[in-house]
């Protein structure tokens, strides 16, 4: 049987609350994320596209807009820059894209051509979210998860793929966590044993692949909070030049978060809050079950794909690493592969 695999990577965006707050805090206390001036209170959805950000929040206002960015990006509301040091982050911003297409282990030339850039998304399905604007990490302060504090499950998980010029969705596939009670939101879910197959099954503490794919190295991690902290400096400098006392709150603001969660909680880098996440991903692997039966039903856009034809009746396969979160900017990187069996 032939595999068509869709492989893809990009930074995504998670404002969610930290403990020891509450998994519902809206502004950041004791976590080491903040809603800052110029920004909406914190929410825990997942955005993997920027212009999805801007459509939920729209534009920062003017006094909060650095006419000095290095992105467009950064002209929306609760999008952040980083340090030039971490460039990889400004260049690219937030979106999550297809990078290749192979069946079988072999790249597809028509396929790659057309596909590569295409908009890939982790959808929401309000039916079993509740009020979140997107999908979250469902944890809850370890309560809905296994108690392990990092170990989230992606909920509601929809995944899906449009078109480079996000005209068309051309590949759609919700995965319900009960194939009896597709509806049901996470906690009431039971057993929990249920939720086993959606968890992340390895974590890697200091994972060297996914620092080299935010073009980072170990040896940076030294510097790679130090280095914001002088670049916010400076920023706060030219917001003031400019005269933009908002901005420059804004920027202190930062500043006085990353200070304090480097300097206040471990000198080395597993033991620091804030640092320790740069390192760590997650690995999740499982299938994608949805069915005709239930909503939104399976899309395989059949004339998209050609001669290439998508089996919707059969399972899915994804795996994907999460990780390399920066708590200031609140954004992490996103690589994985979705693997779909194709009719004979």
């Known amino acids: 049987m ?8 990009g930074y995504f965006q998670c404002r969610l609350a930290t403990d020891p707050d509450p998994s519902n805090e809206q502004r950041g206390i ?13 929410d825990p959805s997942i955005w993997s596209q920027a212009k999805d950000i801007e459509k939920a929040y729209g534009p920062k206002e003017e006094c909060f807009k650095d006419p000095l960015r290095s992105n467009t990006q950064f002209d929306i509301k609760n999008i952040r820059e980083a340090s030039p040091d971490y460039s990889n982050y400004n260049s ?7 990078k290749e297409v192979q069946i079988n282990g072999e790249t597809v030339p028509e396929l790659n051509e ?4 295409a908009l890939c998304r982790f959808a929401n399905r309000p039916k079993s979210n509740g009020p979140y604007k997107g999908p979250i990490f469902e944890g809850r ?5 296994d108690g392990d504090p990092d170990r989230f499950t992606v909920n509601p998980f ?5 078109t480079p010029d996000d005209s068309k969705t051309v590949i759609s596939r919700f995965d319900p966590l009960d194939m009896e009670y597709p509806d049901k939101q996470l906690y009431e879910v039971f057993p929990n044993t249920i939720l086993d197959r959606r968890l992340p099954y390895q974590r890697f503490a200091l994972s060297t692949d996914g620092l080299a794919q ?3 190295t170990q040896d940076d991690l030294n510097t790679y909070f130090q280095n914001r902290m002088v670049w916010l400096k400076s920023k706060i400098v030219e917001a003031e030049a400019i005269n933009k006392p908002a901005l420059a709150e804004a920027y202190r603001s930062r500043l006085y978060a990353v200070n304090f969660f480097t300097q206040a909680t471990g000198p080395t880098v597993l033991a620091n809050r804030l640092l320790s996440r740069i390192p760590l991903r997650q690995l999740y692997r499982h299938t994608i079950r949805g069915n005709s039966g239930m909503e939104p039903t399976p899309i395989a ?6 001669p290439y034809q998508i089996d919707t009746e059969k399972d899915w396969e994804i795996l994907y690493y999460l990780g390399q979160y920066d708590g200031d900017l609140m954004a992490g990187w996103c690589s994985g592969t979705l693997s779909i069996p194709l009719k004979d």
């Open 92 to 98: 690219r911003g937030i979106g999550i894209l297809v």
């Open 141 to 145: 302060n370890q309560i809905t998860s």
């Open 30 to 42: 004791s976590g080491f994320t903040y809603s800052v001036a110029g920004e909406t209170l914190l």
């Open 214 to 216: 935010i073009g980072l």
């Open 301 to 306: 856009d059949q004339e998209y794909f050609g």
């Open 114 to 117: 057309k596909m590569k850039g």
């Open 2 to 9: 032939a595999i068509l695999d869709i492989i893809f990577d």
């Open 158 to 162: 929809l995944f899906t793929i449009n």
